[in-house]
């Protein structure tokens, strides 16, 4: 890995260069894959197996014996130099539920909507999230860290989480029987839409 001042572009695993895609936009479908966000029924070496797929153009064409330095590589580029997190360490925030408050956050600290860049590389976007100061994001995470603790809220904290209460309350991944309930009501709308376009 290369060190905080530059801005890695490729992977060099046993000598040889690796594409990678290092868009924030690409590593945050990375994330949403690695958390189960995108299917929680996977197991987590299905969801590192896609994170691979993802991260790496090349990865079918990478031999397997390079499997586990291109993890090593892909942990720490997402980390960007950061320490790893404790194990056990709660978590405050989801980058999809969050990312209107997260997206105004960085609007402000960048100067700009980030969003309409054609490119901005994955560091770089961490780098404005870091930046994040005053705020809803700041304030909603201020309040999941007091409620996980069981602190007392002041009464504006309170009031906020009375009325941003969907915002605060970090959503779970859908459970089976929700997914089971979301499968049938496909499959009904496909029994109704089947035929509609059939040539006669």
Not at 29 to 37: D, F, H, P, Y
Not at 121 to 138: P, V, Y
Request: proline content about 6%.
């Amino acid at each position: 890995m290369t060190g905080a001042w530059t801005l890695p572009r490729c992977a060099v695993l046993d000598g040889q260069e690796y594409e990678i895609h290092t868009d924030y936009r690409d590593i945050l479908e990375v994330l949403r894959w690695l958390s189960g966000g995108a299917d929680p029924q996977l197991k987590p070496e299905e969801r590192w197996y896609i994170a691979m797929r993802l991260f790496y153009p090349g990865f079918a064409a990478m031999p397997a014996a390079l499997w586990g330095a291109a993890t090593t590589f892909l942990q720490e580029f997402l980390l960007a130099g950061r320490p790893e997190p404790q194990p056990g360490t709660p978590q405050l925030m989801d980058w999809q539920q969050d990312a209107p408050l997260i997206a105004a956050g960085i609007r402000q600290a960048a100067g700009c909507d980030v969003r309409s860049l054609p490119y901005l590389h994955w560091w770089s976007f961490l780098t404005c999230f870091d930046a994040i100061g005053q705020g809803s994001f700041a304030t909603v995470v201020t309040i999941r860290d007091k409620l996980r603790r069981g602190k007392r809220l002041e009464a504006w904290e309170l009031e906020f989480y009375r009325t941003h209460r969907a915002a605060v309350e970090l959503r779970r991944p859908n459970a089976a029987e929700e997914d089971a309930e979301k499968q049938r009501l496909l499959a009904l709308l496909k029994g109704e839409t089947e035929g509609v376009c059939k040539k006669t």
